[in-house]
């Protein structure tokens, strides 16, 4: 059975700092490009941050650049997103997704929730006082 599996969300202080792992399981994510999105109550889910199959290339939301970072291990089968300087405003359901993207090249990042084969169920974060 083919799975995303999110882990690391939880209740933070504004100015805090998490680590949310994205692990797969039941296939190899090297031919995969990831994406972190998150949705807040009542709002739209949101693309947050990009990684493209070989890593080569990395996107961030302008709301996020500079305190999130995006990373990596493909021997651990596992992609990372560090968040620092947490907001109020970063409070969401975080979702990870995965595209196969073999065919794009290691550096193709798709920025649509549309382009994704695979989900995880999410992870709360929650940033408050």
């Known amino acids: 059975q083919l799975q995303l599996v999110e882990s690391g969300g939880g209740l933070v202080q504004p100015g805090g700092s998490l680590r949310l792992s994205c692990a797969a399981s039941g296939f190899t994510l090297d031919y995969y490009a990831i994406g972190w999105f998150r949705q807040a109550p009542g709002k739209e889910r949101e693309g947050v941050s990009y990684?493209?199959?070989?890593?080569?290339?990395?996107n961030y939301a302008d709301s996020v650049k500079g305190r999130f970072t995006i990373s990596r291990d493909n021997a651990k089968n596992t992609v990372y997103l560090q968040m620092n300087s947490l907001k109020p405003e970063d409070t969401a359901v975080y979702y990870c997704a995965a595209d196969y993207s073999y065919y794009s090249g290691g550096y193709y990042l798709p920025r649509s929730k549309n382009e994704y084969d695979y989900w995880g169920q999410g992870t709360q974060v929650t940033v408050s006082s």
């Open positions: 990684i493209s199959s070989s890593g080569g290339s990395t």
